[in-house]
């Protein structure tokens, strides 16, 4: 039903006189009708929004079309404002609607352009509804006059009339003339009862397309409140998604920096071993000469091993020499304390001999 509604719609304003006086391309977003707060998306990417001149109503309107939905259908009043909240967003009120529309521009100076033209096709309308108003005040004063001058006819046929007939036709001109502007009175209320109907047909007609709009936007603002509301649980799945791949993203870079850091310390200690395995290479290259230090350091180590044999060989040798001499020494030692026993005792013996001749003698 609503892709009915809305192809009637496109083929309506197709082959009417509208006729866009200015395109431009934004992303369409409406006020959520339930917080007065939120903007609601109603269109997933930028759309095609233009202004449409109604010549046959002299009305000015601003239409957006998605796909096969119509997201804009706003007409122009002079008592509308189109107002700027940041560089690149704008917004107007449309009480017809029950809503208010949001435009979110690629630029800077598409939204100037648009804001621009939302003044110009204001005052436009603004001059229109003037105009429409003269109309039907000159319409108003014109039947006034012709009522007022048909009187005046009247009259100057009955005094263009002879003196008889003037005298015979009295009474009848007289009811005749209070007749006629009865008649005036009534065809000036009928004019003015017509126009006030053509008037209410007009407002009426307007007030069905309206109601047709309202109707349709009702039914498409059903289904853009459900995608809406599908819409958000999504975003609210991706955000909770998005948050936890975060997290997993902020561990994986704390495991990075720990990989980062443990990769610097291998680094380093990798230089370290191959400056130990450079060292190495050059401590190898002094191999050779340090084989041939400790061959001939073994030769001499043999040789005085084999001198070390050869005296402690003599040291035993001399060993058993002293212990000998030692042996021989103790046998002296022995023999010569004998001898001196033996000397001793004949030295006593002598001196005793001694004072036995120095008595003899002293005696003699």
Same mark, same amino acid.
């Given at each position: ?15 009417? @006189? ?9 992303? =369409? ?7 007065? !707060?939120?903007?609601?998306?109603? &269109? ?11 010549? %046959? ?7 957006? =079309? ?19 909240? $940041? ?19 690629? &630029? ?8 621009? *033209? ?55 001109? %007289? ?7 009865? #008649? ?10 017509? %126009?006030?109907?053509?008037? #209410? ?9 309206? #109601?047709?709009?309202?109707? $349709? ?7 853009? =409140? ?7 649980? /999504?975003?609210?799945?991706?955000? $909770? ?7 997993? =993203? ?13 990769? /610097? ?15 190495? @290479? !050059? /401590? ?13 350091? %073994? ?19 001399? /060993?058993?020499?002293?212990?000998? $001499? ?11 304390? *004998? ?10 013996? #002598? ?6 001749? &120095? ?6």
């Amino acid at each position: 039903m609503i892709e009915i509604i809305v192809r009637t719609v496109i083929c309506w304003i197709t082959h009417s @006189r509208e006729q866009p006086i200015f395109t431009t391309r934004a992303h =369409v977003f409406q006020i959520d009708p339930t917080t007065k !707060k939120n903007w609601v998306p109603a &269109s997933k990417q930028a759309v095609t929004v233009s202004y449409f001149y109604d010549s %046959t109503r002299n009305s000015y309107r601003i239409i957006s =079309v998605d796909g096969s939905k119509v997201i804009i259908n706003s007409t122009i009043t002079p008592n509308m404002n189109f107002t700027k909240t $940041s560089q690149k967003f704008g917004q107007w009120a449309d009480s017809r609607a029950n809503t208010v529309f949001g435009l979110g521009f690629a &630029s800077e100076q598409q939204l100037s352009k648009f804001a621009e *033209k939302f003044q110009e096709v204001k005052e436009a309308a603004k001059l229109a509804r003037e105009k429409s108003q003269e109309k039907m005040e000159t319409s108003s004063d014109q039947s006034q006059e012709s009522g007022r001058e048909t009187p005046s006819g009247n009259q100057a046929s009955s005094i263009n009339g002879t003196d008889d007939e003037k005298i015979s036709h009295v009474p009848e001109n %007289t009811a005749l003339m209070s007749e006629n502007d009865r #008649l005036k009175s009534v065809a000036e209320q009928s004019k003015k009862l017509e %126009t006030e109907l053509q008037a #209410l047909m007009d407002s009426n007609a307007r007030l069905s397309d309206t #109601l047709q709009e309202a109707n $349709s936007n009702a039914e498409s603002w059903k289904s853009k =409140v459900m995608q809406s509301q599908d819409e958000n649980n /999504q975003l609210r799945n991706k955000i $909770s998604e998005l948050e936890d791949q975060c997290k997993e =993203v902020n561990l994986e870079r704390e495991r990075n920096t720990q990989l980062s850091l443990r990769i /610097q310390e291998l680094e380093a200690d990798l230089q370290e071993k191959e400056q130990e395995l450079e060292d190495l @290479r !050059k /401590q190898a290259e002094t191999i050779p000469q340090l084989m041939a230090k400790c061959e001939s350091v %073994t030769a001499k180590l043999q040789a005085a091993e084999t001198a070390s044999r050869d005296l402690s060989e003599k040291m035993t040798l001399l /060993q058993s020499e002293i212990d000998d $001499s030692q042996h021989k020494q103790k046998n002296m030692k022995t023999e010569l304390k *004998k001898f001196m026993d033996v000397l001793d005792g004949k030295i006593d013996e #002598l001196h005793e001999v001694c004072q036995g001749i &120095s008595k003899l003698g002293i005696d003699n």
